[in-house]
């Protein structure tokens, strides 16, 4: 039977620089949209070569698992991300697409923010509530939606599901690209900003008192008013 067995072949470094970055975004180690280290700092946090590093990154890339923006570095993308956004991209100019993907939301988010209330650690509860406070000072709608999506994103990894941290991952992408069609150019409104804080602030203040009902309640509020307004095209968020 010898013939029937083959020796194992040693695994290249970049091979092994590959699978390790690869099992930390799959388990959402690294979150998608966050940026990894540079070249560089991964050829010294490996102590491999620079070339390595560079075949491995080519991998992910090629893979689908990051996506090298130039000037900018390198970021991790959602795994879900490319079915889910070439249906999104098909759907979005259906009429009934927004009300069905802030009901999809609906349906993610509270339960997030009820199993992020019990699974949150303390830094990340702190994480929530310093991401609140840059909301209170924000100056523009740019940033403030920034830190919308921030936050969201937060409480996601709060939960430690990396298969739900990948799925919302994908849906704030593409939430992001329709926001910023319909509120493109939109005034300041100071009340629809004070009432998006004070949601937030009701989220992240259920998940800081470990409470799962509050948290779930919170976010179904802030999603049904974030759905009505979006609803209506001059009445900014």
């Given at each position: 039977m010898e013939h029937l067995f083959k020796k194992i072949p040693q695994k290249k470094v970049s091979d092994k620089v590959f699978e390790q970055i690869k099992t930390l975004i799959i388990t959402g180690k690294i979150l998608p949209g966050q940026k990894i280290p540079p070249e560089m700092e991964l050829t010294n946090l490996f102590n491999v070569s620079r070339s390595s590093v560079r075949e491995a990154i080519l991998k992910l890339e090629c893979l689908g698992f990051v996506e090298q923006k130039r000037g900018d570095?390198?970021?991790?993308?959602?795994?879900?991300?490319?079915?889910?956004?070439?249906?999104?991209?098909?759907?979005?100019?259906?009429?009934?697409?927004?009300?069905?993907?802030?009901?999809?939301?609906?349906?993610?988010?509270?339960?997030?923010?009820?199993?992020?209330?019990?699974?949150?650690?303390?830094?990340?509860?702190?994480?929530?509530?310093?991401?609140?406070?840059?909301?209170?000072?924000?100056?523009?709608?740019?940033?403030?939606?920034?830190?919308?999506?921030?936050?969201?994103?937060?409480?996601?990894?709060?939960?430690?599901?990396?298969?739900?941290?990948?799925?919302?991952?994908?849906?704030?992408?593409?939430?992001?690209?329709?926001?910023?069609?319909?509120?493109?150019?939109?005034?300041?409104?100071?009340?629809?900003?004070?009432e998006l804080t004070q949601q937030h602030h009701c989220i992240v203040n259920a998940i800081a008192n470990r409470n799962p009902e509050d948290a779930s309640t919170a976010m179904a509020d802030h999603l049904n008013y974030t759905l009505k307004k979006a609803m209506k095209p001059h009445d900014p968020l």
């Open positions: 570095g390198t970021f991790v993308k959602s795994v879900t991300q490319a079915p889910i956004q070439d249906y999104m991209e098909e759907m979005t100019g259906e009429k009934d697409f927004l009300s069905g993907l802030m009901e999809t939301r609906n349906v993610l988010e509270t339960w997030a923010a009820a199993t992020a209330a019990v699974r949150a650690t303390t830094e990340e509860i702190q994480g929530l509530k310093e991401t609140v406070r840059e909301m209170e000072n924000h100056q523009t709608e740019k940033m403030g939606y920034e830190l919308n999506v921030k936050l969201h994103s937060q409480i996601t990894s709060a939960t430690h599901n990396p298969f739900l941290i990948h799925m919302m991952g994908s849906i704030l992408t593409c939430i992001s690209t329709i926001t910023q069609k319909v509120y493109a150019g939109h005034p300041k409104n100071p009340k629809r900003k004070q």
